[in-house]
């Protein structure tokens, strides 16, 4: 089952997303779980798979894409955990590199990524996210999968000249991260560590590896993560980046305004966007940028 939360009609709801259209559970279960995250908090998804023989009620055409969780608790983002990634930046230290996105520096499918005006080297990474279905803390990697929602595509742009010795005014510019097109349910998904995962800038193929390449694994990182802070529903783990960002390039490919960035994960989805440069003066006409068409 794939799902997705979107606007339509200036209306955000979410719902079921078939090879013909949208099957609208706002409408049907929104009294009761008004979002996604409502959703996968209240144990609900038994709910909406019960609906899937319905007939679709919209066009996904008519729809603006919404991040998945659009207003995640955490975003927790794992960084340097794929060989080759960590090749390219001579990282040893055996433990995971955890930063932290905010909720309104993501974006939907099909609609834009800004660009930062003050950031001459906006990267693009392509990666695995991860969307919890069932909190707790204190998680054994044994019984953490059970734990996990499904999976999307997460492009997590980084502004590299605002990174220095940590990483956050690298990442949180607002709608620098994509986030979809939609949760793709585990049933689907039986090892998160066997899909191949590809990016494309232009048309070109810049990133690709399969997720057995991970140096931390998913249910590792549950583990990690949840020995510290308690994870709810709704929360989103971002499981790093394969190596052949445009940082470590020769030259250095970086995104500009008007490109087109691409993530594949076999099995999970493509999502695909349009950057778009913000203006110098600041940040107040980003959200009528972001709902701009993507390539």
Aim: glycine share 8%; proline share 6%.
């Amino acid at each position: 089952m794939k799902l997705a939360s979107y606007l339509y009609n200036n209306r955000k709801s979410y719902g079921i997303v078939t090879p013909t259209g949208v099957i609208d559970l706002g409408t049907r279960l929104g009294a009761r779980y008004p979002d996604l995250k409502a959703l996968l908090a209240g144990n609900a998804l038994p709910q909406a798979e019960a609906l899937c023989h319905l007939t679709p009620d919209v066009s996904p055409a008519d729809v603006i894409w919404l991040p998945v969780i659009e207003h995640p608790e955490k975003i927790l983002c794992v960084g340097m955990n794929y060989a080759e990634k960590r090749r390219e930046f001579e990282q040893t230290d055996p433990a995971p590199t955890l930063f932290v996105r905010f909720p309104d520096s993501q974006t939907g499918h099909e609609t834009a990524v800004i660009k930062p005006g003050p950031s001459s080297q906006f990267d693009y990474e392509g990666e695995l996210a991860v969307i919890i279905g069932k909190g707790g803390q204190d998680i054994a990697a044994a019984t953490a999968l059970s734990h996990v929602a499904g999976y999307s595509c997460y492009m997590d742009g980084s502004a590299r000249d605002w990174q220095h010795s940590w990483f956050t005014a690298g990442k949180n510019w607002q709608c620098t991260g994509a986030f979809g097109p939609y949760l793709t349910t585990t049933d689907e998904v039986p090892d998160p560590h066997a899909l191949s995962i590809r990016t494309w800038l232009n048309g070109r193929m810049v990133q690709e590896d399969n997720t057995a390449s991970m140096i931390h694994k998913v249910a590792e990182l549950i583990e990690y993560i949840s020995t510290f802070t308690c994870l709810h529903a709704g929360d989103v783990i971002i499981t790093g980046s394969p190596g052949g960002v445009g940082k470590k390039r020769n030259p250095p490919l970086f995104m500009k305004d008007g490109d087109c960035i691409e993530v594949e994960i076999e099995r999970i989805g493509h999502l695909r966007n349009q950057i778009v440069e913000m203006p110098l003066s600041g940040n107040r006409a980003i959200s009528a940028i972001a709902h701009a068409t993507a390539c």
